[in-house]
């Protein structure tokens, strides 16, 4: 298995970003097998989804409904609403996997990896692409 752990800024806002091309250069030269997508943190998450039609804001915008940004949380350390970040990755996982032929991901159409990111308290967080040939 061939692994990396990258670096990814993402800032002070609760973020989408997308991770596909990123992927599709760290599997261009493999043959078959799988990627494996991780996020190792406890408020982050990974999710095939479609960006720049809106989708990566209305997912945004649903997760704010679903996990508001208040005092309801037990876990309370942090910004006020923190808890909520610590709840993220049940309902978006930390982890994804997809298939690859011939260095090639198979994605359809419209999917892309993205990291979900709603903690405002940390600024930089890390991926693992993991290639697991077949």
């Known amino acids: 298995m061939r692994s990396e752990l990258r670096a990814v800024r993402t800032g002070g806002v ?15 030269q493999e043959v078959d097998g799988l990627l494996h997508v991780f996020v190792p943190h406890a408020t982050a998450g ?16 649903q ?7 208040d005092d309801r949380w037990r876990h309370r350390h942090g910004s006020p609403g923190h808890g909520r970040d610590h709840v993220l990755p049940a309902f978006v996982p930390p982890q994804t996997m997809v298939p690859v032929l011939e260095g090639r991901m198979q994605l359809g159409t419209w999917q892309r990896i993205c990291l979900v990111d709603t903690n405002t308290d940390n600024h930089q967080r890390h991926v693992r692409f993991s290639f697991l040939a077949g």
């Open 14 to 28: 609760p973020v989408v970003v997308d991770l596909t091309d990123e992927c599709a250069e760290f599997v261009r």
């Open 46 to 61: 990974i999710a095939l989804i479609e960006t720049g039609a809106g989708s990566d804001d209305d997912l945004l915008a």
């Open 63 to 69: 997760l704010d409904e679903l996990l508001p940004r």
